[in-house]
């Protein structure tokens, strides 16, 4: 593109003092019109980064992570094209993973608002793996619709340029005379075309450079409009395609008998020709993770890999438990200093192992040949999966497809690219193409997790006035091999952070103060590389901020303030005030609740988005000790309060059913939801015996409060309400208790069911589900 010609009349970046709203970019020789933005080039972007905000002790009032992640994806975004088809649809493939959070359906409806099309007639599919876009193929950090919004629009409004300017020819009227709206130009005496008919008139013979305008948001149609979903049909009905759903040529059920202890090692199989022989068995073979078996169904699969007799070697975390890492996260603790001459409150806090385990099971499909690969598979990083398969199998990197499905949830879990070097490893040792499964045992406990952590925090004061706030947060090591770290080191030298590791670089451009709390500081030391850990859903944020609102709690009472004004009177702006006082007063705070009962507040600022939550929890006794089989009981949220101001929203529907499920799982971090750690395994071999929060638990009050629009861009809001919701829970089970929580989940100590032997490693499937059928 760097040799595009301009043509007449087309003016430069420079001559055309490019505003707010206008852009420049292209229109790109195709047999039908191709549209593509040109943003700030990437020295001009990490200039931008360095320049933004006020000089201050905090980094993310200079820099957050999302600015990071935006400004690294910014150099390829002109690679990022909208398509117009002969048909009347409008085609764009979207280098990002749908997960369930509904992008795809905001990305179509930015393309709707700037083209003038139906939303009905936009496709957005995923991008295969692209190795020319380098960081702009990443998904994580609530990162999607803030880095996509401009370069999407931008495309889309140039296609709609480019169609009225064919029109004008077709119709023979003037640009200025004509409107395009529903996928159709209608000329001032009515004559109307549709852009069906102009997609081959539109194309661009050579690619050229031309300009666009934005539409003001005032003129807003679609954008902050509640839109269902475009693949809410084909959820319903069966008809959407995973993974696991795809016919791929000979590839069949594959699954792996795996290790007793985490990463353990085979040492020998004792029965390899026997499992061979079983039915449907087609292959047997050792492998780096255990012992792969390839069948005609997954049934024959699970037969064979329980039949398997293994002998195992010792896996990374041999012999360990909860007990013996938290005795080595004590031991990495950095030091609070000394205690002020003042007075302080001071509270340490453990937070238990959580899985990652995603709603749709680990799962690849892989076709190795001996010149090539071919992937399938839901990744969040697949440029690197393709990088990391291509040089496992030694091929050159064009001769590795990497598809992208679409994937049943991910909450971080998908940014690791396991079940497809697995599925490729398989593939390439038996020679046939495999479609790889994971078992939930298997990804609850060889999985990833979220890391075990202890979070130290002292708030000084004196009179009325809040003086220092230290946070030391300690935490088994979180693994960002998955393409966090290269980005991090790529813009690392624009960034105020120093020589910073990778972890404490995320930890500081996603943490941040939102309280005028004096001097302050936060520090994260990780330890112990021997477990499978991963960037689950906030990552850092719903530890630190349950930390630091359990203590802001405790200030409050020192200093005989209500929790819900202290915070008001010490939040720093405007949009953090104004989600407060709106849970506040929705959740009617400070009205009387019987004993065992209490309110909690909280809130949470990431991503340039802010939120707050009020709960009202249930600690009496027939509700904690109410009966659930082989379930946690324990407290009950019976009421949250949710308020989000998320910039700018797009999709209204899509932000709430977010927030719903960044409520449910505040409600589980705080309660039930964690994985128990014992002789260098995990417990936990399912979700009967993991608890995420159940319908037995969600709360009977439910309300979602979208804050009106505070600025002409989009925040992150995927992970924004978790932190809110786990803090408000804990703080409001500290107030119906009397004595502020200090290890989470509060119900870790209660182990309540039988644990599943890990020989053999998948269990045996329930036959007795009607008996416990409501």
């Known amino acids: 593109m760097n040799g595009a010609d301009r043509g007449p009349g087309h003016p430069t970046a420079h001559d055309c003092g490019l505003g707010r709203r206008r852009f420049l970019g292209f229109v790109l020789a195709a047999p039908t019109l191709v549209t593509a933005a040109e943003l700030i080039p990437a020295d001009r972007a990490r200039a931008q980064i360095s320049a933004d905000g006020i000089p201050s002790p905090e980094v993310t009032e200079l820099v957050e992570l999302n600015d990071v992640m935006t400004a690294a994806a910014l150099p ?22 749908e997960v369930g959070q509904g992008i795809t359906t905001s990305t179509a409806m930015l393309i709707a608002e700037e083209m003038g099309v139906p939303l009905a007639q936009v496709r957005v599919t995923l991008a295969d793996a692209r190795p020319e876009l380098v960081f702009n193929q990443l998904t994580g950090a609530s990162n999607t619709t803030i880095s996509t919004y401009t370069p999407v629009r931008v495309a889309a409004a140039i296609a709609r340029g480019r169609l009225l300017q064919s029109a004008a020819v077709e119709l023979g009227a003037p640009v200025g005379d004509l409107s395009l709206a529903a996928g159709v130009v209608t000329g001032p005496k009515g004559q109307h075309i549709d852009i069906g008919a102009l997609a081959e008139k539109a194309a661009g013979v050579r ?31 069966g008809r959407k395609k995973f993974a696991m759903d795809l016919s791929v040529p000979d590839a069949a059920p594959t699954m792996v008998c795996r290790p007793p202890t985490i990463n353990g090692k085979v040492g020998s199989v004792a029965n390899a020709g026997e499992v061979r022989a079983m039915p449907g068995v087609t292959d047997v073979a050792v492998i780096s993770t255990g012992v792969a078996v390839r069948a005609r169904t997954f049934g024959q699969c699970i037969d064979a890999v329980r039949a398997l007799k293994v002998t195992w070697k010792a896996g990374t975390a041999e012999g360990k438990s909860d007990a013996s890492v938290l005795k080595r996260l004590k031991a990495a603790e950095v030091p609070l200093g000394l205690p002020p001459l003042t007075p302080y409150v001071e509270g340490s806090f453990t937070f238990h192992f959580r899985s990652n385990s995603a709603l749709e099971t680990n799962c690849a499909v892989a076709d190795v040949r001996s010149d090539r690969a071919e992937i399938w598979s839901s990744l969040k990083s697949p440029i690197v999966a393709k990088e990391t398969i291509a040089a496992k199998l030694g091929l050159p990197l064009h001769a590795v497809t990497v598809h992208v499905t679409e994937g049943g949830g991910s909450f971080g879990r998908k940014l690791f690219f396991d079940a497809a070097l697995e599925a490729v490893e398989i593939s390439r040792k038996i020679g046939k193409p495999v479609k790889l499964m994971w078992h939930r045992a298997d990804d609850s406990r060889q999985g990833r997790t979220h890391p075990m952590a202890t979070s130290r925090v002292r708030i000084a004061y004196l009179g009325d006035t809040v003086l220092s706030y230290r946070q ?24 105020p952070v120093a020589d910073l590791g990778f972890s404490e670089t995320f930890f500081q451009l996603s943490q941040s103060m939102p309280y005028n709390f004096g001097v302050h500081s936060r520090l994260l030391n990780e330890t112990d590389k021997s477990f499978n850990t991963g960037s689950m859903r906030n990552v850092y944020s719903p530890d630190a901020t349950c930390a630091r609102e359990l203590l802001v709690d405790e200030l409050a009472a020192k200093m005989d303030k209500d929790p819900y004004r202290f915070r008001r009177d010490f939040l720093k702006d405007k949009r953090a005030k104004a989600v407060l006082e709106k849970v506040a007063e929705a959740g009617q705070w400070g009205r009387p609740m019987p004993d065992g009962r209490a309110q909690g507040i909280a809130f949470h600022s990431e991503y340039h988005a802010t939120s707050a939550v009020l709960v009202e929890i249930d600690c009496r006794p027939e509700t ?68 995420y929060t159940r319908q037995w638990n969600t709360p009977p009050e439910l309300k979602i409060i979208i ?64 008996d416990h059928a409501f």
């Not at 002109?78 to 993973?97: E, K, Q």
């Not at 947060?473 to 693994?479: E, L, M």
């Open 76 to 97: 390829t975004s002109g690679l990022i094209t909208v398509r117009v088809n002969t048909d009347g649809t409008v085609s764009f493939a979207l280098p990002r993973a």
């Open 207 to 237: 690619t050229q450079q031309v300009t666009a305008e934005l539409k003001p948001t005032e003129q807003f149609t679609v954008i902050g409009t509640p839109q269902r979903r475009i693949d809410a049909l084909d959820a319903v009905t």
């Open 472 to 495: 030391r947060h300690t935490s088994v090591a979180t693994d960002l091999s998955h393409g966090f770290g290269e980005l991090l080191t790529a813009m690392a030298a624009k960034l």
């Open 624 to 691: 904690v000790n109410r009966p659930i089989r082989d379930g946690v009981t324990g407290p009950r949220v019976t009421k949250v309060v949710l308020a989000v101001d998320a910039g700018l929203t797009v999709n209204p529907r899509g932000l709430e059913a977010q927030m719903m499920g960044c409520a449910m799982d505040g409600i589980a971090l705080a309660l039930t939801s964690s994985l128990h750690l014992r002789d260098g395994h995990f417990l936990e071999a399912s979700w009967d015996n993991y608890f």
């Open 707 to 770: 804050m009106p629009d505070t600025s002409e861009k989009p925040g992150g809001a995927g992970e924004l309400g978790v932190s809110a919701a786990m803090a408000a829970v804990a703080c409001a089970y500290g107030r119906a208790t009397g004595a502020m929580p200090t290890t989470f989940p509060i119900n870790h100590a209660t182990l309540s069911f039988e644990p599943k032997p890990t020989t053999p490693p998948i269990p045996p499937s329930p036959t007795d589900g009607l």
